[in-house]
């Protein structure tokens, strides 16, 4: 037995303990013969050889080794013993660095490892779990699950990414495309993580981008005019516009959370619709937040809590949550359209569109980012400025002219002062 050889090295090589590169001695001072290994280190060293047998074909090399949890290995086929011997080394030092892959286990499947990665997916919040578990179902296992993660090659992702955002003839949208494959990516990230393939082919290609929706906001009058159209609906609009919570909040909002004393909304519940059943949960970022709300709206939360207890809802019968607001239809989309024939200008909105509009009513109304952030419940005022950077050219030339304003009035004084001084001067 021999150490794995060096390029250099000419004797015979047909069997090897192949240990860590850092124990190889350079080829001009290697040692010859035979280097015996105390067995209390064959824990951390890969015990392998090369061996040549015929075929029709002529001479192959085969390599066996033993993994670092002391199974027996071998890989056929090598038409040249460097090539095997390049093999084993190259087995060795994934082992000593602990990157050690099992070939077996590339075998498994995309069917087989998808499942247990969707069921890990729990953690995420029911509106966010549906659309991922739709793209692994619809999208993702039709065309992957009997594929073994070992097989999949880089260039069949990035062809299986162009293909699929073109479609039958209709494009796919960004986000189903992004979403789709951002499954098989994870699947193989954990293939990874588990041993079973050295890198994922999935990392690298190009995707598409998202195309930045321009963000509509309303004026007050606007506004208004949306929450009289409504009918019953307007505190419930009113209440979206003003205070910039998110629908799922409004909807889940129950009397015991709104103080009309201290005009604040405790905002602890999200009660989103997933197809025919309403999810109940904490909000977007997990955590409660405390909303403040406009004096006009208090005699309108106050009708909207009459004769109700503390534990029902604040808009609605009390003990049913709202119905959802079909797209297209129901009663906001029939108010939006009455809405844009009083009003040319009125845009075609949505109701989380009425969250933007509280944003950019209160930074109109002098609110900085930090008390915008606690407000709309972002995890950082850096993301509410990202997300509502539109909204601030304006208030930046209201700062050049303060700014104008501050220097004149300042340097009225001194500059005056020293006219007088240059006049007294003066011969």
């Known amino acids: 037995m021999s150490r794995v050889p060096l390029a250099s090295d000419s004797g015979a090589r047909s069997q090897c303990w192949a240990s860590s590169l850092s124990t190889i001695e350079p080829a001009s001072t290697a040692r010859r013969g035979p280097v015996i290994t105390p067995f209390s280190e064959l824990s951390w060293r890969v015990m392998g050889s090369v061996e040549p047998y015929e075929t029709n074909s002529g001479k192959r090399y085969r390599v066996r080794y033993r993994d670092p949890n002391r ?10 013993k460097r090539d095997a011997e390049d093999y084993l080394a190259s087995v060795t030092v994934a082992a000593n660095r602990g990157e050690y892959v099992d070939p077996t286990a590339a075998r498994s499947t995309i069917g087989e490892l998808g499942p247990e990665w969707l069921s890990n997916q729990r953690h995420l919040k029911p509106s966010a779990f549906r659309p991922v578990e739709t793209a692994w179902r619809v999208h993702v296992s039709p065309t992957w699950s ?3 993660v070992g097989d999949i090659r880089h260039s069949e992702v990035q062809a299986w990414v162009t293909r699929f955002g073109a479609g039958d003839g209709k494009p796919r949208s960004a986000t189903v495309v992004l979403r789709a494959y951002g499954v098989l990516a994870a699947i193989l990230d954990v293939a990874v993580r588990d041993r079973r393939i050295p890198a994922n082919p999935a990392r690298g290609v190009k995707l598409p ?3 930045k929706k321009k963000r509509v906001y309303l004026t007050p009058v606007q506004v208004e005019l949306l929450a009289q159209k409504t009918g019953d609906y307007a505190t419930f609009v ?3 516009a003003y205070t910039g919570i998110r629908t799922g909040e409004a909807v889940g909002l129950r009397v015991s959370a709104v103080d009309p004393i201290r005009r ?3 905002i602890e519940e999200n009660a989103v619709r997933i197809g025919s059943d309403v999810i109940v949960g904490t909000p977007k970022s997990h955590e409660s937040r405390s909303v403040p709300f406009p004096e006009f709206l208090a005699p309108q939360l106050k009708r909207a809590c009459s004769g109700k207890s503390g534990d029902q809802l604040v808009f609605g019968a009390g003990d049913t949550f709202l119905g959802r607001i079909q797209s297209g239809e129901g009663w906001f989309w029939n108010a939006v359209n009455e809405c844009q024939k009083l009003d040319p200008t009125f845009p075609r909105i949505t109701p989380h569109d009425l969250r933007h509009t509280a944003a950019s009513l209160a930074i ?9 952030q606690r407000m709309l419940g972002h995890a950082s005022a850096a993301m509410t400025l990202d997300t509502y950077a539109d909204l601030f050219p304006d208030d930046l030339e209201t700062v050049s002219q303060r700014l104008d304003q501050v220097r ?12 007088d001084l240059d006049m007294e001067k003066a011969p």
């Open 238 to 240: 009113n209440v979206l």
């Open 209 to 211: 981008r998202k195309a």
């Open 264 to 266: 604040r909304m405790l």
């Open 364 to 372: 109109s109304a002098g609110a900085n980012p930090k008390l915008v």
């Open 146 to 148: 009997a594929r073994r």
């Open 71 to 80: 199974r027996s290995r071998e890989k056929n086929g090598f038409t040249r």
């Open 408 to 419: 004149t009035k300042t340097l009225v004084g001194f500059l005056w002062g020293k006219e």
